[in-house]
């Protein structure tokens, strides 16, 4: 009964390659998010879609590209990835845009 | 200036003190607060949300907000080993659309 899942919890890929990163929340929650966590730990929003829209598109390369095709889910595709890519990468939901965020386990993402 | 600043640390207190964190802010129109709790290799963890001035408490966690001042505060009481962690000052921006967190406080609890 896990409330936000992501998969898969750890991907490791060469330069240039394409990926995917995929998110679920059986909360009910209206809204969710996809953060960057870098090597230093800073946490910094990606996106955010509320209810299957784009609210937030923070300055992030077009080789990233979201996908909510449900409110409960929110994919993440990386096209042509870099090294600078390699971070972990956090779900999360909330009900709505003004309210607690809660966090899925992460993928952490390694580009050789 | 960093939109959400916190001391790195580490903090390091003896088990059973009072660990205080800070965070300061630079939006003067942010309306929520929050403090979550992240362990090494997992996820952030919301230990506490704020979003009137004054103080508020959870068991051994009070945490105290002054909108005039642009301040957040976390304070841990009789503090455990197992309160060793990043704690990460989050702060609802934008109209409250997007949480901005700090760079977070190491926390260190010692036997």
């Known amino acids: 009964d896990t409330a936000v899942s992501q998969t898969p919890k750890y991907l490791v890929t060469q330069m240039g390659n394409d990926k995917s990163i995929k998110c679920e929340q059986n909360?009910?929650?209206?809204?969710m998010y996809w953060y960057k966590q870098d090597s230093k730990k800073f946490l910094k929003i990606m996106f955010s879609?509320?209810?299957?829209?784009?609210?937030i598109n923070e300055t992030v390369p077009n080789r990233f590209s979201p996908k909510s095709p449900d409110k409960a889910h929110l994919n993440l595709h990386i096209n042509s990835l870099e090294l600078g890519d390699s971070a972990v990468y956090f779900c999360?939901?909330?009900?709505?845009?003004?309210?607690?965020?809660?966090f899925g386990p992460g993928t952490r993402l390694t580009v050789l | 200036q960093k939109e959400v600043e916190q001391n790195s640390g580490p903090l390091s207190v003896p088990e059973g003190a009072i660990a205080s964190l800070n965070c300061t802010y630079s939006?003067?129109?942010?309306?929520?607060f929050f403090w979550y709790r992240q362990y090494s290799g997992k996820s952030p963890e919301l230990i506490m949300s704020?979003?009137?001035?004054g103080d508020k408490e959870d068991g051994r966690f009070t945490a105290q907000l002054n909108k005039a001042s642009q301040y957040v505060s976390l304070l841990i009481r009789d503090s455990q080993p197992s309160d060793s962690a990043t704690y990460l000052c989050?702060?609802?921006?934008?109209?409250?659309?997007?949480?901005?967190f700090g760079t977070g406080t190491q926390l260190k609890v010692e036997l």
């Open positions: 909360l009910g929650h209206d809204t």
């Open positions: 999360a939901s909330s009900q709505d845009s003004i309210y607690t965020q809660y």
């Open positions: 879609y509320n209810n299957k829209e784009l609210i």
């Open positions: 704020i979003y009137s001035n």
């Open positions: 939006d003067r129109g942010s309306q929520s």
């Open positions: 989050a702060v609802g921006t934008g109209g409250g659309n997007k949480l901005t």
